[in-house]
């Protein structure tokens, strides 16, 4: 079992940016595969990006459109999702995951991560 906790939300500005970190606490995150999803309020949980074993592929949303980046940290045990242009509707709870996947087609599904951090609030102001 691994949990994970999100940090570096927090209140931004249209056009501006923000990173958002993912950390295992005492535990490397290189043998998993992670996602980060989102929330918005009033709205079902969605698919933002992940990152997949081997090779460290990368998945986006089509919302996404290349304002997003995500990466494995230097650090074993983080996962960080850069956020730029931000815009007001990208105001959600963002929630790092993580998995082991059989299948690499199941990459952006939600119900194929296993476990989830609490998530970590980012509002952006217009």
């Known amino acids: 079992q691994v949990q994970v906790v999100e940090s570096g939300g927090g209140l931004g500005q249209a056009g501006g940016s923000l990173r958002l970190s993912c950390e295992a606490s005492g535990r490397s995150l290189t043998n998993y595969d992670m996602g980060w999803f989102r929330q918005a309020p009033g709205k079902e949980r969605e698919f933002v990006a992940s990152?997949?074993?081997?090779?460290?592929?990368?998945y986006f949303a089509n919302f996404v459109k290349g304002r997003f980046t995500i990466s494995r940290g230097n650090a074993k045990n983080t996962i960080y999702l850069q956020l730029n242009n931000l815009k007001p509707e990208d105001t959600a709870v963002y929630y790092c995951?993580?998995?082991?996947?059989?299948?690499?087609?199941?990459?952006?599904?939600?119900?194929?991560?296993?476990?989830w951090g609490r998530g970590t609030q980012v509002t952006v102001s217009s």
């Open positions: 990152i997949i074993r081997p090779g460290d592929d990368t």
């Open positions: 995951a993580a998995t082991i996947l059989n299948d690499r087609l199941d990459a952006t599904s939600e119900s194929k991560y296993k476990y």
